[in-house]
């Protein structure tokens, strides 16, 4: 038995990630869910073990890994059958939905070995949830263990978790979480109450690229830490790093601890190299907190983006192809923006169209374009339209960003008189959270 009284425990599911290949990036596979954590950890320097449920099939292939990572002990709590537990995944940016595709999940069981091991020496453990019952894990531990618990799948009710009631550190849900969707999508206050009732230390509440907020339940006070945005190169298993690295800091207290945790996600968000991870986050662990907190970030809150109006500016017609646009709006959108479209709002014009509807539509456009306080364009084959709409919006001094995924813009006015000007989704998203979290820094 390895010093598991040091240890923190990892416990969920060993699965197969496979990203299918995209337009300059090849496809990939590695070891995917709680492996995740358990890289974070590594790179981070806390020692841990892992409790899995995996395939019988991975066990080898998975210890053989793990133990290279640092890992101090592996325990198959269980098997997994009717499945292969490989998931798909379509968008490793997370611009949008990413597309995850557990395979034969309708058919996946997870199943508790019969003769199960005795955890009592763990006093700290990070659960992952997945198809297994949460009361017969917390029955393999003694009464003084301590549980966080990261909520992303598989947990349809709160109440499911009450077993763990009193024993809880840390409840932490993603805005990607579809718990999260059913419970706290539109106030933030009725998923407190929630969450609350379990009794948890804190309350961690990932917001992807708008940083993230940690409720002390026990005060009622909260603390903003800002993300710190790039170039996303993976952003799968960047929310199990946070959880994990946080919960295995928390003896450093539990603020510090959630901006450790951060600092791990966002450099495990920028490769999948782990010696990488591992050399840029103890370069990053270099800078104090005081430093770290000093350098600022990105902070736009899930609840406070719906607050801001975004001028949709693109050739947005029934009659146009037009994939690029739908794909921004579907990215806005995910991520809860709101999205002001003036062909939805006020028709599309038929054609041809009579000078009295021209008039009329560009009044209520204009009016429209006006009340926004920001602008995305996307300026599809040089639609005239969409141009005009940059310049009024560049005149008005609002913000704009320029999505110009076919390079047909490549002009001093639109890149120059933009905001943000790529030819790169995750950039402009990138650019639409700092332009409207500095709006919102600037009315607080």
């Given at each position: 038995?390895?010093?598991?009284?040091?240890?923190?425990?990892?416990?969920?599911?060993?699965?197969?990630?496979?990203?299918?290949?995209?337009?300059?990036?090849?496809?990939?596979?590695?070891?995917?869910?709680?492996?995740?954590?358990?890289?974070?950890?590594?790179?981070?320097?806390?020692?841990?073990?892992?409790?899995?449920?995996?395939?019988?099939?991975?066990?080898?292939?998975?210890?053989?890994?793990?133990?290279?990572?640092?890992?101090?002990?592996?325990?198959?709590?269980?098997?997994?059958?009717?499945?292969?537990?490989?998931?798909?995944?379509?968008?490793?940016?997370?611009?949008?939905?990413?597309?995850?595709?557990?395979?034969?999940?309708?058919?996946?069981?997870?199943?508790?070995?019969?003769?199960?091991?005795?955890?009592?020496?763990?006093?700290?453990?990070?659960?992952?949830?997945?198809?297994?019952?949460?009361?017969?894990?917390?029955?393999?531990?003694?009464?003084?263990?301590?549980?966080?618990?990261?909520?992303?799948?598989?947990?349809?009710?709160?109440?499911?978790?009450?077993?763990?009631?009193?024993?809880?550190?840390?409840?932490?849900?993603?805005?990607?979480?579809?718990?999260?969707?059913?419970?706290?999508?539109?106030?933030?206050?009725?998923?407190?109450?929630?969450?609350?009732?379990?009794?948890?230390?804190?309350?961690?509440?990932k917001e992807n690229r708008g940083g993230s907020r940690l409720f002390y339940m026990r005060d009622g006070g909260f603390e903003e830490i800002p993300a710190k945005l790039s170039q996303?190169?993976?952003?799968?298993?960047?929310?199990?790093?946070?959880?994990?690295?946080?919960?295995?800091?928390?003896?450093?207290?539990?603020?510090?601890?959630?901006?450790?945790?951060?600092?791990?996600?966002?450099?495990?968000?920028?490769?999948?190299?782990?010696?990488?991870?591992?050399?840029?986050?103890?370069?990053?662990?270099?800078?104090?907190?005081?430093?770290?907190?000093?350098?600022?970030?990105?902070?736009?809150?899930?609840?406070?983006?719906?607050?801001?109006?975004?001028?949709?500016?693109?050739?947005?017609?029934?009659?146009?192809?037009?994939?690029?646009?739908?794909?921004?709006?579907?990215?806005?959108?995910?991520?809860?923006?709101?999205?002001?479209?003036?062909?939805?709002?006020?028709?599309?014009?038929?054609?041809?169209?009579?000078?009295?509807?021209?008039?009329?539509?560009?009044?209520?456009?204009?009016?429209?374009?006006?009340?926004?306080?920001?602008?995305?364009?996307?300026?599809?084959?040089?639609?005239?339209?969409?141009?005009?709409?940059?310049?009024?919006?560049?005149?008005?001094?609002?913000?704009?960003?320029?999505?110009?995924?076919?390079?047909?813009?490549?002009?001093?006015?639109?890149?120059?008189?933009?905001?943000?000007?790529?030819?790169?989704?995750?950039?402009?998203?990138?650019?639409?959270?700092?332009?409207?979290?500095?709006?919102?820094?600037?009315?607080?």
């Open positions: 038995m390895a010093n598991s009284d040091q240890a923190l425990l990892v416990v969920g599911e060993l699965v197969v990630d496979y990203t299918l290949s995209q337009k300059g990036a090849m496809c990939k596979l590695r070891l995917g869910g709680i492996c995740h954590a358990a890289r974070g950890l590594w790179a981070s320097k806390i020692e841990y073990s892992v409790a899995a449920f995996c395939p019988r099939y991975l066990i080898d292939e998975a210890k053989s890994y793990l133990f290279e990572f640092g890992c101090k002990e592996f325990i198959w709590l269980g098997d997994v059958v009717g499945a292969p537990n490989v998931i798909l995944i379509g968008d490793v940016a997370e611009v949008s939905h990413q597309g995850y595709e557990d395979l034969m999940r309708d058919t996946k069981v997870v199943n508790f070995h019969n003769t199960l091991p005795k955890l009592d020496t763990y006093q700290k453990v990070v659960v992952f949830p997945g198809k297994f019952d949460i009361n017969t894990l917390t029955s393999l531990f003694t009464e003084n263990t301590q549980f966080s618990i990261d909520i992303a799948y598989d947990v349809e009710d709160l109440s499911s978790l009450k077993a763990l009631r009193g024993r809880l550190e840390a409840i932490i849900i993603s805005t990607s979480s579809s718990l999260f969707m059913r419970l706290g999508a539109g106030n933030v206050e009725e998923l407190l109450d929630e969450v609350n009732t379990l009794s948890p230390k804190v309350f961690l509440l996303t190169v993976n952003s799968v298993g960047v929310g199990d790093v946070y959880s994990s690295v946080m919960v295995g800091l928390s003896y450093k207290g539990w603020s510090e601890a959630a901006w450790r945790g951060s600092q791990a996600a966002t450099v495990y968000s920028q490769t999948t190299f782990p010696d990488d991870i591992k050399r840029d986050i103890q370069r990053g662990f270099l800078l104090s907190v005081e430093m770290l907190q000093s350098l600022g970030g990105t902070v736009l809150p899930w609840h406070d983006r719906q607050t801001y109006s975004i001028y949709l500016a693109g050739p947005d017609f029934s009659y146009v192809s037009k994939p690029e646009l739908d794909h921004a709006i579907d990215s806005l959108t995910y991520h809860n923006f709101k999205v002001r479209r003036p062909i939805l709002e006020n028709g599309e014009l038929k054609r041809p169209a009579s000078e009295a509807d021209l008039q009329r539509t560009y009044q209520l456009d204009y009016k429209l374009l006006k009340e926004c306080d920001a602008v995305f364009s996307v300026p599809l084959d040089r639609d005239p339209g969409t141009l005009v709409e940059l310049g009024m919006a560049i005149e008005m001094g609002k913000p704009v960003i320029t999505y110009d995924p076919r390079r047909e813009n490549e002009n001093t006015m639109v890149i120059s008189g933009s905001s943000v000007y790529s030819t790169d989704l995750d950039a402009c998203l990138n650019g639409t959270f700092e332009v409207i979290a500095a709006l919102r820094a600037k009315s607080l």
